[in-house]
C-alpha cells in the first residue's frame, strides 16, 4: 500500500493550463499502476486517466480529457502528474490520485484528500 498526497490545485480561466501532483509514500510505488479521478459536486467520482507501472509506458484517459490531459509518471520521486491544458468549466472538481487494476481502471486502497481545480468561464 502506499499513501498519496495531491497537489497543484487551484482556480483557471477557462482555456489555461494545471499541472497536478500525487507524492506517493512507500518504496514500492514502481510497481503500481497509478490513475487519478475527479469528483464534482453532486456527481459520482469518475476516472480520468491513468498510466502503467513499468516506467509509464503504457496510459489511458477519459474521452473527455483526451488530448487535452496527459499522465506521467517519476518512479525516482515516487510521482505521478497530470497536466490539464485547455481547461474547461466542466473540468472543475476535486482531482484524486489513486492505485489502479488496469486493464479495468478500478481503483484500489486508500484515497489521498484531494486537490480542487476550479475553471471560470
Known amino acids: 500500500q502506499v499513501q498519496l498526497v495531491e497537489s497543484g490545485g487551484g482556480l483557471v480561466q477557462a482555456g489555461g493550463s494545471l499541472r497536478l501532483s500525487c507524492a506517493a509514500s512507500g518504496r514500492t510505488f514502481s510497481i503500481y499502476n497509478m490513475g487519478w479521478f475527479r469528483q464534482a459536486p453532486g456527481k459520482e467520482r469518475e476516472f480520468v486517466a491513468a498510466?502503467?507501472?513499468?516506467?509509464?509506458?503504457?496510459?489511458y484517459y477519459a474521452d473527455s480529457v483526451k488530448g487535452r490531459f496527459t499522465i506521467s509518471r517519476d518512479n525516482a520521486k515516487n510521482t505521478v502528474y497530470l497536466q490539464m491544458n485547455s481547461l474547461k468549466p466542466e473540468d472543475t472538481a476535486v482531482y484524486y490520485c489513486?492505485?489502479?487494476?488496469?486493464?479495468?481502471?478500478?481503483?484500489?486502497?486508500?484515497w489521498g484528500p484531494g486537490t480542487q481545480v476550479t475553471v471560470s468561464s
Open positions: 489513486a492505485t489502479v487494476r488496469i486493464p479495468t481502471l478500478a481503483p484500489f486502497g486508500s
Open positions: 498510466v502503467s507501472w513499468s516506467g509509464g509506458s503504457t496510459t
